[in-house]
């Protein structure tokens, strides 16, 4: 079982890295592409054109490394945890891998400079440390 809770917080741990890494690679696509595109699209587009340039912005983004990279190694960890949670007590690895997700998130937007509450963040993340700890203590 310790086993089990280790790969949940390594889960959690992947999951809130790559969700501040495809918030970047997100914001810094968007960045790009209004630097292309100097006027918005026009109302009166036909409804295929429109589906058609919806589905070259989506495989645009999907071939602009900054994002689906992170989103790769995202889909990965998920994967892992849905293996995790046919042996696992959903009790315990859902709350186990989401708070560690919600704490690795704050980390790695801080890292990556994103504003934020420090303190706050810290206090938050020392909770979550905790209540990992006594979950994993609790078996």
Known sequence: MIGDIQKMVAVGFVWG?????IRRGAITWDHRKSQKTGSPPQISLVLRRK??????????LLLFWQYSVPFLINLSA????????????????????NATTFAATAAF?????????????????????LGVWLCSNAI
């Open 51 to 60: 589906i058609l340039s919806a589905l070259g912005g989506w495989i645009d």
């Open 109 to 129: 937007g801080i890292l990556l400079g994103e504003e934020t509450k420090i303190g706050l963040a810290f206090v938050g993340t020392a909770f979550i440390v």
């Open 78 to 97: 998920s994967a892992t945890f849905f293996a995790l949670l046919s042996h696992a007590p959903i009790s315990l690895a859902v709350p186990v891998t």
């Open 17 to 21: 890295a790559t969700n501040a890494l």
